[in-house]
């Protein structure tokens, strides 16, 4: 079954916390994603991962890292989380190259 | 630089009624088009799209679109719809450098019974 999991679905964080984002895929796609989604804004690139430890800042990296240490695991960390970092959170994966995105159902993130 | 413009931030029709959403985009050469669809508390997936020859596209559930070069447009149109079209609909955009997406806004569509 060829899909995009995000873990965890909800999480309420206080300003200030560490804040840890997975997501997992088993299609072994080499390009992972991870954008943002507010309302009326779209999504909003993150950060692009070409593959293990080949990672690439994307429009809005601030306040945010990555980590991608095997093809098919990539996370989302926000250092001292900030309540602007609140947010729906979405992971997707795709072949090199190629634009067809698989997506994950996201995580929705309540920064308090 | 690439930019995906949705005018339309909701859209309600009639169920049965025909439809339309607009998308127009910006970029330097001819780009790979897409519409994405997502429903409430779901990731988006993937409804169709153009990476060249014949401008209109057919998508699923009884969705096209079709790219117009002298519009910068690629508007999505569906002849009759149904209550569970309604969601969340997003255009986007990638001008072939790389796998990166720009998407739109998004146009979220009620049908109404």
């Known amino acids: 079954d060829m899909k995009v999991t995000q873990m965890p679905r909800y999480l309420i964080k206080r300003m200030g916390e560490n804040v840890l984002l997975e997501c997992g895929q088993d299609?072994?796609?080499?390009?992972m994603y991870w954008y943002r989604q507010d309302p009326g804004l779209g999504l909003q690139l993150i950060y692009i991962?070409?593959?293990?430890?080949?990672?690439s800042e994307g429009d809005i990296p601030k306040g945010y890292r990555v980590s991608r240490k095997k093809r098919e695991h990539f996370s989302l960390i926000l250092d001292s989380a900030k309540t602007n970092q609140t947010s729906v959170y979405f992971c997707?994966?795709?072949?090199?190259?190629?634009?067809?995105?698989?997506f994950g159902s996201g995580t929705r993130l309540l920064v308090i | 630089a690439q930019s995906v413009t949705q005018p339309d931030a909701r859209v309600t029709v009639s169920e049965g009624a025909s439809l339309q959403l607009r998308c127009k985009y910006s970029?330097?050469?001819?780009?790979?088009l897409f519409w994405y669809v997502q429903y409430p508390r779901q990731g988006l997936q993937l409804l169709l799209k153009?990476?060249?020859?014949?401008?209109v596209v057919q998508g699923v559930n009884g969705f096209e679109a079709e790219f117009s070069k002298s519009n910068s447009s690629f508007h999505l149109r569906k002849a009759s719809v149904h209550w569970s079209d309604s969601a969340v609909y997003f255009c986007?955009?990638?001008?072939?450098?790389?796998?990166?997406?720009?998407f739109g806004g998004g146009t979220r569509l009620t049908v109404r019974p």
């Open positions: 997707a994966s795709s072949l090199r190259g190629n634009s067809d995105y698989t």
């Open positions: 970029s330097s050469v001819t780009p790979y």
């Open positions: 299609m072994s796609h080499e390009t």
């Open positions: 991962s070409y593959d293990v430890d080949s990672n």
């Open positions: 153009y990476y060249s020859g014949d401008p």
């Open positions: 986007a955009v990638n001008n072939n450098a790389g796998a990166k997406l720009t």
